[in-house]
């Protein structure tokens, strides 16, 4: 079981004001500062998801985070577009994983690959 993740990053504002936009339909918000140079992100109490400056990122990260229904993986990806998010596969189901793979990427700021899946069947 994983307790966190960090990624690295080039510009703290920037990638703070994305991260917060695109992980709010999920109900991840911003919990923690670390100093000026890292944010962490989870849900009351804890902070799963951590951002960090970095004198080089890491780049091709790959982070998926869960979603409770297919609605949710929708917002997602809107408000990860409105946040400056690239597309990098637009929701809708993915077979080839399983049936009900429904998931959403988008490639933040830094050029890391952000997901939103349900596995869950249509209601």
Same mark, same amino acid.
């Given at each position: 079981?994983?307790?966190? @993740? !960090? &990624? #690295? =990053?080039?510009? =703290?504002?920037? $990638?703070?004001?994305?991260?917060?936009? /695109?992980?709010? /339909?999920?109900? +991840?918000?911003?919990?923690? /500062?670390e100093g !000026?140079?890292?944010?962490?992100?989870? @849900? %009351?109490?804890? /902070?799963?998801?951590?951002i960090g400056?970095?004198? *080089?990122?890491? $780049?091709?990260?790959?982070?998926?985070? !869960?979603?409770?229904? %297919?609605? *949710? @993986?929708?917002?997602?990806?809107?408000?990860? &577009?409105?946040?400056? #998010?690239?597309?990098?596969?637009?929701?809708?189901? %993915?077979?080839?994983?399983?049936?009900?793979?429904?998931?959403?990427?988008?490639?933040?700021?830094?050029?890391?690959? +952000?997901?939103?899946?349900?596995?869950?069947?249509?209601?």
């Open positions: 079981m994983l307790d966190h @993740v !960090t &990624i #690295g =990053i080039r510009d =703290i504002e920037q $990638s703070k004001a994305f991260y917060d936009q /695109a992980l709010r /339909a999920l109900g +991840i918000v911003r919990l923690y /500062a !000026t140079d890292f944010a962490g992100y989870g @849900v %009351r109490p804890k /902070a799963f998801f951590w400056m970095r004198e *080089t990122p890491q $780049s091709g990260a790959h982070v998926a985070f !869960t979603a409770a229904d %297919r609605v *949710t @993986v929708d917002r997602f990806y809107a408000d990860a &577009i409105k946040a400056g #998010g690239k597309d990098n596969g637009p929701p809708g189901l %993915r077979p080839h994983y399983h049936a009900n793979y429904y998931g959403a990427f988008v490639l933040d700021p830094d050029g890391h690959n +952000i997901e939103a899946v349900c596995h869950a069947p249509q209601d």
